[in-house]
């Protein structure tokens, strides 16, 4: 009985985001693209090699850095192609600047180019905020993973062939393994925007999603025969498996992966809240900040809106509230590990 104030609460989550999501669809076009003084901005440019006062030396090389006309020895210098900028990407970024600053002073709002906000490099990175607190969520990852390591293996007892008691530690030191990966291709998406790194940070991406999916629905159900944890996962592997094989060979559907990765997130989220309520877990309370927390980074996730400054968007929000989030979530996974520790131990003795 003492669940029941709770659940007004789980039926909020469920019945809101996916209100939300079917019927608030976000925008996908690029309304910067059709604007005729930015496409003839970068017409010129590419014949020119300048936009405005600015010159580009890429416009004198092909995209593989040879140059157009001129000897063999003016190739463009490696530290500069490894970027892997040239003629098209600077015009379009400096015709964008200067479309969006005749915008301002017009007092129109900006617009998308190419299916991105109108952001400001940094020593050529893109979203340098975003590059900054996918680090910064790497290195929390990091740590959490390395502090769970620890206790299991340093600090709880182990059993006598030198096993841990915790019947779950292979599934987190695999999620920490893939949150890690996620957050590396994401920062070096949104350092340098290329299909490769695109794919790369959408597949992690999918996976560890996906993953955390089934370590939610595993944790939750109490599954711990080996048996039966390769019968809950097969399905998800397989669906996931599936998505980023379509995603990188057939299409890359921006509209379609993001309600992939939205519905196996509120999917989770359900998960754990219905778990915290019917588990009366130690750690409760820790589990409720994060479902709140993450429901509030999916709206983050979802309402799109500009880049304050050129370099803040809600993208980058999203990040920043991932990083005390994954903080407290691994502090999580330890208080897990040392209960259900305990718990086992006693049943031993």
Known sequence: MAAFPHCPLLAFFFFFFFFFFF?????????????PIYKDCV???EKSGCAGDKCFQHCKFSSDGKPVDGPWYLQEPLYLRWKQWDCQTDCRYHCMLAREEERTNLGDKPVKYHGKWPFRRVYGIQEPVAVALATLNLAVQFHGWISFFILLYYKLPMKPNKKTYYEYTGLWHIYGILAMNSWFWNAAFHCRD????EKLDYSSAVAFIGFSLIVAILRA???????AKVMVSAPIISFVTTHILYLNFYKLDYGLNAKVCVVMGITQLV??????VLSRHPSQCKLWILVLGGAVAI????FDFPPYGGYVDAHALWHATSIPLSYIWWSFVRDD???RTSTLLKKVK
């Open 194 to 197: 290329v299909e490769l790194t």
């Open 337 to 339: 590990a040392e209960f």
């Open 43 to 45: 017409v010129q440019c």
């Open 271 to 276: 998960v754990w809240a219905v778990w915290a």
């Open 299 to 302: 709206l983050l996730e979802a």
């Open 23 to 35: 019927f608030l669809h976000p925008l996908y076009a690029s309304p910067g693209d059709s604007d």
């Open 221 to 227: 159900l109490n599954v711990r025969d080996e048996a």
